[in-house]
């Protein structure tokens, strides 16, 4: 969904996490926690990510539009890049399963602060601020690998699959649970399954229509023909 915007793709058959599998302790909370150069380096990656000021791309504002124009729309997102909110998106329709990396919270007294301020004092030269109000470590309000998902989102994300009509799952490849078996409770339910993915995913035969071509063109066409009944 967002790559188009410059967000890196982390799992695609390009992401990150393939090209260089050591990044992976960057998001890793036990990593993160025990070693100051997996933080400092941690940082420079979000400092890399949003000095480019990702934009809202097609697909966003499509997803904005369609929800404007009166089609109750919910987004459950494992993306953490805010991009929905930003294309128009009421926040809280947005369910964002992996958290959201514009916020920062302190891992010592759960204080909430943005990331612009932390980024701030890494370009200051503190390449692993502290919470000012404890001096515990602060990371990204992101769900690293081996944290759990928030349960109220996940439950709000099981209650939006199961309540649909139309379920499009877009840009994955639907392999990370429990997010991936959103698709097929809702299929279940009896929703629509549409998903929209360059590859194959193991939901491909519960799904009502399979598009293969970009996000970036499909999506937005995909949902104006919604739009449209
Ligand atoms: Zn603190």
């Not at 967000?7 to 100051?36: C, F, H, N, S």
């Not at 791309?57 to 890049?81: K, M, S, W």
């Not at 799904?207 to 009944?229: H, K, M, N, Y």
């Amino acid at each position: 969904m967002s790559t188009d915007s410059g967000i890196p793709d982390y799992r695609g058959p390009q992401g990150l996490w393939r090209r260089e599998p050591d990044a992976e302790k960057l998001v890793t909370y036990e990593y993160y926690m025990a070693d100051p150069e997996i933080r400092r380096r941690s940082w420079l990656m979000r400092a890399e990510v949003w000095a480019a000021a990702p934009r809202p791309n097609a697909a966003h504002r499509a997803v904005a539009e369609l929800e404007r124009g009166g089609t109750p729309v919910r987004v459950v997102t494992q993306n953490v890049d805010g991009l929905h909110q930003l294309a128009g998106m009421p926040a809280r329709k947005v369910f964002e399963l992996h958290g959201s990396a514009r916020s920062v919270v302190c891992t010592g007294c759960n204080a909430r602060t943005g990331l612009e301020e932390a980024l701030a004092r890494v370009s200051a030269g503190e390449p692993d601020p502290a919470c000012l109000a404890c001096g515990g470590i602060l990371k990204t309000a992101t769900v690293m690998f081996g944290e759990r998902l928030d349960p109220e989102v996940l439950a709000q994300s099981v209650a939006v699959a199961k309540g649909c009509q139309v379920f499009i799952a877009v840009g994955t490849t639907l392999q990370v649970q429990p997010a991936a078996s959103l698709a097929g409770m809702a299929a279940e339910a009896g929703a629509r399954l549409i998903i929209v993915n360059a590859e194959e995913t193991p939901y491909d035969a519960l799904a009502d229509e399979i598009v293969r071509e970009p996000i970036g063109t499909a999506l937005p066409a995909l949902l104006s023909r919604i739009a449209a009944g």
